[in-house]
């Protein structure tokens, strides 16, 4: 996906950031392909258009479109940070050994029957399930 510099600055002026080069050319890098990326991953892809980026500012513009709502937060059980273009609602698949990730598609849970059942004061933010196993690779090994 390629944003147009007014399309990328209206989607960061509605989650209050301001919509400079360097953080449109993060965002494109993530939603540019479908997948769970790792700041090293972009660092790579973004270094390519701006050799002067640092990993730091990579990794820092990650974190806040994942705190704006932008990008989502994959497995916080994965070994890095890794975030998510796709904002739809889906599951992922995490295998144990590796800590690769995969989309799935479904309902797995009942979330309205779940949410009667939680703790009193608690309010579901995000209904995602993910689910452990090993991988084809790993399996094989």
């Not at 980026?53 to 806040?64: D, E, K, P």
């Not at 479109?65 to 796709?86: Q, W």
């Not at 609602?89 to 979330?111: A, N, Y």
Request: glycine share 4%; net charge positive.
């Amino acid at each position: 996906m390629h944003l147009t510099h007014e399309q990328f600055r209206e989607l960061a002026w509605k989650c209050g950031l301001a919509a400079t080069h360097q953080r449109r050319v993060v965002y494109e890098a993530v939603v540019a392909t479908h997948g769970h990326h790792s700041p090293e991953k972009i660092y790579a892809a973004v270094q390519r258009k701006i050799p002067s980026i640092s990993l730091a500012t990579v990794y820092n513009n990650l974190r806040l479109f994942v705190e704006r709502g932008l990008l989502r937060e994959v497995s916080p059980h994965a070994s890095t940070l890794l975030v998510d273009g796709n904002l739809e609602p889906h599951h992922h698949l995490v295998c144990s050994r590796c800590k690769s990730v995969q989309d799935i598609e479904g309902e797995f849970i009942d979330f309205k029957r779940l949410s009667r059942q939680l703790p009193d004061g608690f309010n579901l933010t995000e209904p995602l399930v993910e689910v452990f196993g090993l991988c084809r690779r790993c399996a094989n090994k």
